[in-house]
């Protein structure tokens, strides 16, 4: 038996040793995946995080492999490596401009500046011609319902609340939100 497969096999055992191994030898596909990722979100800084995300993937890969399928250890584990990275990179974005968004609307709509505000008003101006801007990009490309469903979402609404507060059934909110998401991923 090569190592590889042995150490395959004995990280199923809860070898940690053997899964080092494992790790030091995937490390070149990992670290691709990882550089891919990291370039598709360049103003987030997630390339640790990412390096983290497909290590747990590597175990997961080794744990649920089966070699009788007919499909080599290698190519298992990069294709649930890359499943999950694009989840990961999926699920950050979203929260990235979700917060985005909110901080925006917050700063936008906030009457009383807080006092550092106060004496940096250009710093304010800045912050209220950047959020305008934002809002009107995700304005003009989504619906009118979409937006509104949106901007409850970012004001931390679940979709159950949103559906009461719009009287729409909670899978027409869960559908619109997964509409918009696709929506605004084009404008990051």
Do not use: H, W
């Not at 999926?90 to 917050?106: E, F, G, M, R, W």
């Amino acid at each position: 038996m090569d190592s590889l497969k042995e150490d395959l096999m004995r990280t199923k055992y809860g070898d940690n040793e053997a899964f080092r191994r494992l790790l030091d030898a995937y490390s070149p596909m990992i670290n691709s995946l990882v550089s891919e990722f990291s370039r598709s979100c360049p103003t987030l800084d997630i390339s640790d995080d990412l390096k983290q995300e497909a290590a747990i993937a590597l175990y997961f890969s080794a744990l649920s492999y089966k070699e009788d399928k007919g499909v080599s250890f290698g190519l298992y584990a990069k294709i649930c490596t890359k499943n999950r990275l694009t989840s990961y990179v999926q699920n950050t974005v979203a929260k990235s401009l979700s917060q985005l968004i909110s901080d925006c609307v917050d700063d936008c709509f906030d009457d009383e500046p807080i006092a550092d505000e106060k004496q940096q008003p250009l710093n304010l101006l800045i912050s209220k011609e950047n959020c305008d801007v934002l809002k009107k990009r995700i304005k003009a490309e989504l619906t009118e319902y979409e937006y509104r469903v949106f901007m409850l979402y970012a004001d931390g609404e679940t979709p159950s609340q949103i559906s009461k507060i719009l009287g729409k059934n909670a899978k027409s909110v869960y559908n619109t939100l997964q509409r918009v998401r696709m929506k605004l991923r084009k404008l990051v």
